[in-house]
């Protein structure tokens, strides 16, 4: 994680304030959804989706900017089940992700051949804050 902001106008006006394009998850006015067909596909229109995401913010108005861990769009390592089952012990829930120890993560990375910009001390930071959450 690289910044919490309380909201989501928070939020977009720090990535304004740093050059940067609005993510999609950003629900702000002016940041048009995404086509449906880039949706989960669980509703049945745009507007469905984008209330639905809007109700989400006004509940839980709080926005984290990431940096990703790993990110290959081209040609992006398979995953099998049987690679998650090696990795964590069983196939992890994608839609609300659990907390992943570090070992996993890097049981995963070895798995796929995956090359990542994880560092150990960026592992054991972020194991660090997880302890601090719970």
Known sequence: MVRRFENHGDAADWYH?????LPSNCIVAGNAPVPLDRTDGWHSSLEAWDRMYRAKARSCPVFLACRPLFLELTEPPIVTEAIMMR????VPATRTPPVVPPESVRRLLAETGAEARLTLAALVRHQGRQEQER
């Open 87 to 90: 990795s964590f012990g069983r």
């Open 17 to 21: 304030g740093q050059g940067l394009a």
